[in-house]
């Protein structure tokens, strides 16, 4: 065996790889909590509420009958593709063929199919910034260059057609983002979808990896895909999945929607890697996507009210800016005028010396936004009690109240 820098025989690619970035924030929390601290975590990227009860008894009644205990298809149960293609053309009007449609452990495991199968040693991936911080490195582990193109808090965190254009090189190879975006809830709507389209038209050659995972938790309007853009159709994987809009993050349960060629290419893959995902979580998944969206609009109620209550304790406090989020259950404050403060034993020289700072003094879980390629901001997840929020945005502005500027 060789010796020195990888004794233990690991991989370079294993190496490479970064460990997620709330790992560390997780394990302190968990410390705190059982010294008998009220910790209250908001750097959690899953819904608070309980799997809708129809796809609960759903899942029972599979295992009841006795009949999903083999391996199910690779792509996925055909009714289950239907329910999808069918869901496809009612709520976002895309014709999808069933064949079209690949069922995976997880959206994660969708974008993770789908890069795999398309990049090529050196290709580059564009990726709006602030990123989910799974794109960075599945995008490594393909082999791939990821090149990050920053939208600011000024225009909502979002990418222009001017800067897309300015990073699209010969190179380029896939353009991978969120709609609504985890962690900044920022909503691409059709008209800004179109402007990047157009920068697109002419590199046919060119992906688009639409993560719309959070499509159903949007507080303005409707949805859009730039698969709804007749000539980017052909260029668009549409990720989604179960996990936010239905509760459902520990079943395991995502898809994606694409061109032929790269459907079959993505079953081909994850038979070599899954052979499909859980049969039973996969009869939920159909009585999820055929049945009533009642729960999963009270559920888009409650984070839009929590969205307001959590706004506005943070706009009150000096030195934190915000936008509004449309979208999803997080938002994603400027916090960088605290840069350059200390309080006791604590110095605050970035963000994630101010989350450990929230979580180790007033017991406030949250993640830094260097986790998502914006160190300048934190990431709160508004998916727990309003009383939680409340008490959260208190403690949070005790603990900014303490810090002072340090002497330079
Ligand atoms: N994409 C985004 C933007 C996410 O935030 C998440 C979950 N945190 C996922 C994908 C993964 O979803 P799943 O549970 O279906 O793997």
Known sequence: MKEGLNPQGLSERINRLEESATIVMAVKARELQDEGHHVIKLNLGEPDFSTPKHIQDAAVEAIQSGQYFKYPPVPGYPELRQGIADKLKRDNHLSYDPAQIVVSTGAKQSIANALLSIINKDDEVIIFTPYWVTYIEQVKLAEGTPV?????????????????????????????????????????????????????KEREDIYVISDEIYEFINFEGAHHSMAAIDYMKERTIIINGFSKGYAMTGWRLGYMAAPMHIAKAC??????????????????????????????????????????????????????????????????????????????????????????????????????????????????????????????????????????????
């Open 148 to 200: 990050l193109v920053e939208g600011t808090l000024d225009n909502d965190f979002k990418v222009t057609a001017e800067q897309l254009a300015n990073a699209i090189t010969p190179k380029t190879k896939a353009i991978l983002y969120s709609s609504p975006c985890n962690p900044t809830g920022a909503v691409y709507n059709a008209a800004e979808l179109q402007a990047l389209a157009e920068v697109l």
């Open 267 to 408: 079953n081909k893959m994850q038979g070599q890697f899954t052979s499909g995902t859980c049969s039973i979580a996969q009869r939920a998944g159909i009585a999820a996507i055929n049945g009533p969206m009642d729960s999963a609009l009270t559920m888009k109620e409650a984070y839009q009210r929590r969205r307001g209550l959590v706004k506005e304790r943070l706009d009150q406090i000096e030195g934190v800016k915000t936008n509004l989020p449309t979208g999803a259950f997080y938002i994603f404050p400027d916090i960088s005028a605290y840069f350059g403060t200390s309080y006791k034993d604590y110095t605050i020289n970035n963000s994630d010396d101010l989350a450990m700072y929230f979580l180790q003094e007033v017991h406030v879980s949250t993640v830094a936004g260097s986790a998502f390629g914006s160190p300048n901001c934190i990431r709160i997840s508004f998916a727990a009690s309003d009383e939680e929020l409340r008490e959260a945005c208190d403690r949070i502005e005790k603990a900014l109240s303490l810090l002072e500027k340090r002497n330079q």
